[in-house]
């Protein structure tokens, strides 16, 4: 097995509507990590103002576990937002997070610690996404728009599976609110030269809950985050390639 004992990983879930999930998803990450025989890990639920029972399930969690913790909005404030609170309130040298519903298999986590000596972020591609045609339709259309703004080439950028170099948000500000920030994170990663991997991983059908990310609304304002930020990743790649000549 692969020596782990310098590796400190925090871990997070966004929560939404998930009462019946971030249990499911909570034992199996605490299973996993303790497999993996890490110098500390930390796991974080951020609550998003849930009107179900996500906040009560998950603060029995922390109680039932010691390196469990929670942050609660008191009202829904979005996904953004919600991955935000989590990059900033990581503790540890890395930090991976995916989804409160359950669609990933937390077992996968393995394949990309493994590669924490050789690449700064590790992101997963969904193999078979589990969403209706126009969920595929919609995602397929926003990554090709991101390749065609910005030059980038990502099979899945809003994935919600990576594992990411934690002083990367110390050097970063995250100003999306909506499901541009995986984008503006890789972006903004990109032009800090931080090396990237991909890994495809298993997509798993949303058996309970509710999924609020393909909205019109979401999608929309997801839009005009993309045009609003490429005026500012243009001056900056501009900078960067002049400081470059000199």
């Excluded at 890990?41 to 103002?49: L, M, N, P, R, V």
């Excluded at 996404?129 to 995602?139: A, D, L, N, P, V």
């Amino acid at each position: 097995m692969t020596d782990n004992s310098n590796i400190t990983l925090s871990v997070f879930f966004p929560a939404y509507f998930d009462e019946k999930n971030i249990d499911k998803v909570v034992d199996s990450a605490v299973k996993v990590l303790e497999e993996l025989r890490l110098k500390d890990y930390e796991i974080i639920i951020i609550e998003d103002g849930s009107p179900d029972k996500t906040g009560e399930v998950a603060d029995n969690l922390a109680a039932k576990y010691p390196k469990v913790r929670v942050i609660h909005h008191k009202k829904n404030l979005g996904y953004g937002v919600t991955l935000r609170d989590g990059f900033v309130n990581a503790r540890l040298d890395y930090v991976f997070y995916t989804d409160g519903d359950n669609q990933f298999d937390l077992e996968e986590l393995k394949k990309f610690v493994a590669l924490i000596p050789f690449s700064d972020i590790v992101v997963g591609y969904r193999k078979r996404k589990q969403y209706s045609f126009y969920r595929k339709f919609t995602s397929l259309c926003y990554n090709y728009l991101l390749k065609l703004i910005f030059d980038i080439d990502f099979w899945d950028i809003d994935c919600a599976f990576k594992l990411f170099k934690a002083d990367l948000f110390r050097k970063i500000t995250i100003n999306s609110v909506d499901a541009f920030i995986d984008a503006e994170i890789m972006l903004k990663a990109k032009l800090l030269n931080y090396s990237v991997t991909e890994i495809g991983v298993m997509h798993l059908p949303r058996v309970d809950g509710i999924s609020t990310g393909a909205r019109p609304s979401v999608i929309f304002r997801t839009i005009v985050e993309v045009f609003q930020y490429r005026k500012e990743y243009m001056k900056e790649k501009e900078k960067i390639l002049n400081s470059s000549k000199t």
